[in-house]
């Protein structure tokens, strides 16, 4: 399947899609959503996909922003009655239930370091700069800056980076917990390629559910996230691949998983 702003290739059992409007350092306009709705349901879909990575073109940027140009004539009404932006967080995040990597190779500003923390954890290059630099549009995060981002690194940065709309390099970002790991720029496409695999290799209903688990603890309370982590638990030992992980474990060999 090819499309007009995105690359995908299968690289075995990982997906691996590429924003690909370099000459807009991969600015995110209507397209785009259409486009990774579309990429991220056959990957949903493919059970032969266990983890996708997302990634920008070029060395320069993840993404930098909203596209700014679609966006500037457009009168408000349209925003409201089209919800616009809703589509990332029901068709991208929601959709998708299998694990995803955010591989950020430079600028992930405003959309873009929406987009990235929409992934269930962020690989970072040296280069790499988040932002939510929106007020200086005259406007605030509209794709889940505001709450992911404070969910991710706290009151006082998220406020420190939304109302200065300064960037943050990659060093800080780390300390921030905003990416999980930092590397040079030319490991990151092996890098995250590599950690894409080890999940595509665990056993399928595992990975979901690991996935799924780690995301209550953003929507519930402690007590009933704990209740609920036992009974996903409980609900994993019924499955063939927990009897086959148990016993490859004790006969000293690797698992081979089905998905049931
Ligand atoms: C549209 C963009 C763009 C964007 C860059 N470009 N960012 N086009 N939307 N968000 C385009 C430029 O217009 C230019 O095309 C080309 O990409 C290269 O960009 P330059 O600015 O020439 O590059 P450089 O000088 O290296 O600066 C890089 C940059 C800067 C610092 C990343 O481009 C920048 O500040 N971009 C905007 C970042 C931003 O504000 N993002 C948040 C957007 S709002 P041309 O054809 O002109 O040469 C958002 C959420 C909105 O994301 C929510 C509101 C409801």
Same mark, same amino acid.
């Given at each position: 399947? #090819? ?21 807009? @350092?991969?600015?995110?306009? #209507?397209?785009? @959503? $259409? ?30 922003? $909203? ?29 998708? %239930? ?10 992930? @500003? ?32 509209? /794709? ?11 009151? #006082? ?15 800080? $970002? ?6 999980? %790991? ?14 894409? #695999? ?31 982590? %036992? ?11 927990? $009897?086959?992980? /148990? ?14």
């Amino acid at each position: 399947m #090819s499309y007009e702003t995105i690359l995908v290739e299968k690289k075995d059992n990982v997906t691996l899609i590429t924003l690909n409007r370099p000459q807009a @350092l991969n600015a995110l306009n #209507s397209q785009v @959503l $259409a486009d990774l709705i579309d990429a991220f349901a056959a990957f949903e879909a493919d059970a032969t996909q266990g983890c996708a990575v997302l990634t920008g073109s070029g060395e320069k940027a993840f993404a930098a922003g $909203a596209d700014i140009k679609e966006m500037s004539d457009k009168p408000s009404a349209e925003f409201y009655s089209q919800d616009f932006f809703a589509g990332w967080t029901s068709h991208v995040v929601k959709a998708t %239930r299998k694990p995803w990597i955010a591989a950020v190779n430079g600028f992930a @500003l405003g959309g873009g370091c929406e987009l990235a923390m929409m992934a269930d954890f962020i690989i970072a290059s040296e280069n790499a700069k988040f932002g939510q630099p929106e007020i200086k549009l005259g406007v605030a995060p509209g /794709m889940g800056g505001s709450q992911r981002l404070t969910r991710a690194v706290g009151k #006082s940065k998220a406020m420190d980076m939304c109302l200065t709309g300064r960037m943050m390099d990659a060093a800080e $970002a780390e300390r921030s917990g905003l990416v999980s %790991r930092v590397v040079p720029l030319d490991q990151l496409l092996d890098e995250a390629l590599k950690a894409a #695999s080890a999940i595509a290799g665990m056993p399928p209903l595992a990975a979901m559910m690991n996935k799924e688990m780690v995301n209550i603890a953003f929507e519930t309370t402690l007590d009933a996230g704990l209740v609920m982590e %036992r009974r996903m638990f409980q609900v994993l030992t019924a499955t063939e691949d927990k $009897a086959e992980g /148990m016993a490859a474990f004790v006969e000293k060999r690797p698992g081979v998983w089905k998905g049931k």
